[in-house]
């Protein structure tokens, strides 16, 4: 059965559900001007500027009321499934693109948007809208965009005696073994959550496939081939270095002490593989806003060369946040939408989330010059590949990141986790 029918078959329930709520005083219905809101910027400072911008709305609009949900990246994936199923999405609610959004358009549960914000859409980035733009029409507006790198901290690379950035795998596991002989953890991460681990495998098969690698992998399922049994047997070797903080495998990305962001923003870790959210995130999981997480000590570098693969270090892993409205939402929901991406609004947004510019004439608002490392390898990538769970169908970005996961606990083989990527994936493109 191909994916868009079996989508079909999955959301059949959900699409009659949400014609039937056209009429009704539930959440999302047009006749209610409340706007339920759904977005995954769960941390300071973040949460506390969406809730300013949705009560400045508010006050504009004294007959809208806008409900907030704010949830950690995963929950969020979870709610959206539901509330998908059920056939009453939020009215406003966080996206990357890809497939995910195919997968919701398909089940007419996100409002195409295409005349609606062609009055403004023109002073977004055409590129950051691509991820949105499907079939000629928009059904989403982006408000970052960036790449997926290493962060890591100035002082502990000194402090185990490395001089200088990873070019290639061989000198990052070299790093690794250094930092764990000079006592210091080397990478922190986020196993509870999955997604980032994911980020290790792609750009293992990435630089061993090549971007043309991935894709021809993606079109006819063969991600058994040797190629990405390798990526497997690369990441296995990082895996079977320890290299993770004690407790990793139950550990969040960005909430509480023990999270990713916070060990790297208390210096506690010396690497972690994330986006370009990463210094704001470990400013405020942290709590060290004044000195900005480890400040100057926080460093960048691209994903390294794997030595004998076909990808380039230019080839890079990422995307950007986004907002779809739901296809039910009230009319002023797109009016709120506008609202966000207004200049002297979304500088603000700029200004404290450290959110890469994508609406014209705020360039100037992006406050940190740590990024800088990171913009310019964006400005001169020569392949962009979408994080894998969102850019594929769900079922096999699902499989991606549980097989990862899987793999770093050593319960899996990179043989296993190639072959089940293979399977899920040839059932999506069957």
């Known amino acids: 059965m191909s994916f868009n029918r079996r989508l079909s078959a999955l959301f059949a329930a959900g699409a009659l559900a949400l014609a039937a709520a056209c009429g009704g005083n539930g959440a999302g219905s047009s006749s209610d001007k409340t706007i339920d809101w759904w977005h995954i910027q769960s941390e ?43 056939g009453n999405p939020p009215d406003l609610f966080q996206s990357w693109g890809g497939g995910v959004l195919q997968q919701q358009i398909d089940a007419g549960l996100v409002k195409d948007l295409t005349n609606d914000v062609k009055p403004w859409v023109d002073s977004v980035s055409p590129t950051a809208r691509e991820a949105y733009t499907i079939d000629g029409k928009i059904y989403g507006i982006p408000f970052d965009t960036g790449m997926v790198g290493f962060w890591y901290n100035k002082k502990h690379f000194a402090t185990a005696g490395i001089s200088e950035p990873p070019a290639t795998w061989t000198d990052f596991l070299d790093a690794v073994k250094k930092l764990k002989a000079a006592g210091i953890t080397p990478i922190g991460l986020a196993g509870k959550e999955k997604w980032p681990g994911h980020f290790y495998w792609t750009y293992l098969a990435m630089r061993q496939a090549g971007k043309a690698g991935l894709d021809a992998a993606i079109a006819d399922g063969s991600f058994d081939g040797a190629d990405f049994v390798k990526a497997g047997e690369n990441l296995a070797a990082l895996a079977a270095l320890d290299p993770f903080q004690k407790g990793f495998l139950g550990a969040p990305y960005g909430e509480g002490a023990e999270s990713q962001a916070a060990l790297m923003g208390n210096g506690k870790v010396a690497i972690e593989l994330m986006g370009q959210w990463a210094p704001a995130t470990q400013t405020g999981a942290s709590g060290r806003e004044e000195e900005r997480g480890i400040g100057d000590d926080l460093g960048f570098f691209p994903f390294p060369a794997v030595e004998g693969g076909k990808g380039a270090q230019t080839e890079i892993l990422g995307g950007g946040n986004g907002f779809v409205v739901g296809g039910n939402a009230p009319p002023e929901t797109v009016e709120f939408l506008e609202f966000i991406m207004k200049p002297e609004n979304y500088r603000v947004a700029v200004e404290n989330g450290s959110y890469i510019p994508v609406v014209e004439g705020t360039d100037d608002a992006y406050p940190d010059e740590r990024v800088q490392p990171l913009l310019e390898t964006v400005t001169g990538a020569t392949a962009f590949q979408l994080y894998l769970d969102q850019a594929y169908p769900p079922a096999v970005g699902e499989t991606i990141n549980d097989s990862t996961a899987a793999l770093i606990a050593g319960e899996m083989t990179p043989d296993d986790v190639a072959k089940a990527i293979a399977d899920t994936a040839k059932k999506e493109i069957q």
């Open 44 to 86: 300071e400072p973040m949460k506390s500027v969406w809730a300013k911008m949705a009560k400045d709305f508010e006050k504009s609009h004294p007959d809208v009321q806008i409900k907030i949900t704010a949830l950690q990246n995963e929950p969020f994936k979870a709610k959206m499934t539901t509330a998908g199923q059920s």
